[in-house]
């Protein structure tokens, strides 16, 4: 069973603080990597995809990806209240076509 | 602007009636998904799709049904409601490994 790992949280930053979301899956040979934000009551939005080693940015995230030790994570600079949401972490499973998700770390902002 | 459309957005009904949750999408996707979740919790997925005419069941067992007669509707039918079956219900659609795009989800409650 294929799996991906994340700590639910919460985890509580505050305002302007680096927000570092952390994922580790069970599939050596996955390629594609995800994360989502979940809003409360909305659905998951894609923000970031990495699919090779080392950091990939994208304004205030960046997501990191270490195949080797099979972790990948979300850095949020500058975190603000209304980052204040659950992350999902998902992994592209080639074998099934399918996406096998974390079950999400819950972040809060504080102001 | 949404590529991938569900409706309703929200649906409450009695128990034993038959309901359909349409999805559909413009993006000419082959893949698309239908994932439940319950409040603060995991995303299941229930039923997927390859493309026309390929429909299979998730990880997550479940009484619905869905068909794909064409590529950009994929409508999920649950024949006798019950009230085990209030949720939300998410339909998404994704090329190979380059994410998913989730609808806004229709949130039912059988009462």
């Known amino acids: 069973q294929k799996e991906v790992e994340q700590n639910s949280g919460p985890l509580s930053v505050p305002e302007g603080a680096i927000a570092s979301l952390n994922c580790t899956y069970s599939?050596?040979?996955?390629?594609?990597f995800f994360w989502y934000r979940q809003y409360s009551g909305k659905s998951p939005e894609l923000i970031m995809s990495i699919y090779s080693n080392g950091d990939k940015e994208d304004g205030r995230f960046t997501a990191q990806l270490n195949k080797a030790s099979q972790y990948v994570s979300l850095l949020i600079r500058d975190s603000q209240p209304s980052d204040s949401a659950t992350y999902l972490c998902?992994?592209?499973?080639?074998?099934?076509?399918?996406?096998?998700f974390g079950t999400g770390t819950r972040l809060k902002v504080l102001a | 602007e949404a590529d991938i459309y569900q409706t309703p957005r929200y649906l409450v009904i009695g128990t034993g009636k038959k309901i359909t949750l349409e999805c559909s999408q413009t993006m000419g996707h082959d893949k698309m998904y239908w994932y439940q979740q319950d409040p603060g919790m995991e995303l299941h997925l229930i039923h997927y799709?390859?493309?026309?005419?390929?429909?299979e069941k998730g990880d997550l067992s479940s009484e619905s049904t869905v068909s794909r007669i064409r590529t950009e509707h994929f409508p999920l039918t649950l024949e006798s409601a019950r009230p085990s079956h209030t949720s939300q219900y998410l339909c998404?659609?994704?090329?190979?490994?380059?994410?998913?795009?989730f609808g806004s989800g229709t949130r039912l409650t059988v009462v």
């Open positions: 599939d050596r040979g996955s390629q594609s």
């Open positions: 998404a659609s994704s090329e190979v490994s380059e994410g998913y795009t």
């Open positions: 799709s390859y493309g026309v005419n390929s429909t």
């Open positions: 998902a992994v592209w499973d080639s074998g099934t076509y399918k996406y096998i």
